[in-house]
């Protein structure tokens, strides 16, 4: 069974950078499509950037293209999202989340993904 645990998030200053982690276990991070979304308090998960098998496609929404990065590391067993120039808009909780096994590309609808983890709260102050 894949399970992803999320770390990294914060409370930062409008302008600050944040690194977010996903940390793989019980499968292989190069055999999944990824994606990070976010959801903020009282509303709906909302996509924020995928990315192909393989990690050579990236896809950020247009909200934060430009300012967040989302990367795997096959090494480290590990997916990335990198998160510059925060705006308070970026609060939320963040999570990881796995498409099909062996699918190139996931999507932008959460329900295409078919493992998560926990979340990690990242909250960015005025």
């Known amino acids: 069974q894949l399970q992803l645990v999320e770390s990294g998030g914060g409370l930062v200053q409008a302008g600050a950078s944040l690194r977010l982690t996903c940390v793989i276990s019980?499968?292989?991070?190069?055999?999944?499509?990824w994606g990070w979304f976010r959801q903020a308090q009282g509303k709906e998960r909302d996509f924020v950037a995928r990315?192909?098998?393989?990690?050579?496609?990236?896809f950020p929404a247009e909200s934060v293209k430009g300012r967040f990065t989302i990367s795997t590391d096959n090494a480290k067993n590990t997916v990335y999202l990198q998160m510059n120039s925060l705006k308070p808009e970026d609060t939320a909780v963040y999570y990881c989340?796995?498409?099909?096994?062996?699918?190139?590309?996931?999507?932008?609808?959460?329900?295409?993904?078919?493992?998560w983890g926990q979340g990690t709260q990242v909250t960015v102050s005025s």
């Open positions: 990315i192909s098998r393989l990690g050579s496609i990236t």
């Open positions: 019980g499968g292989t991070v190069s055999d999944y499509p």
């Open positions: 989340a796995a498409a099909s096994r062996l699918a190139t590309f996931g999507s932008e609808a959460p329900g295409a993904y078919n493992y």
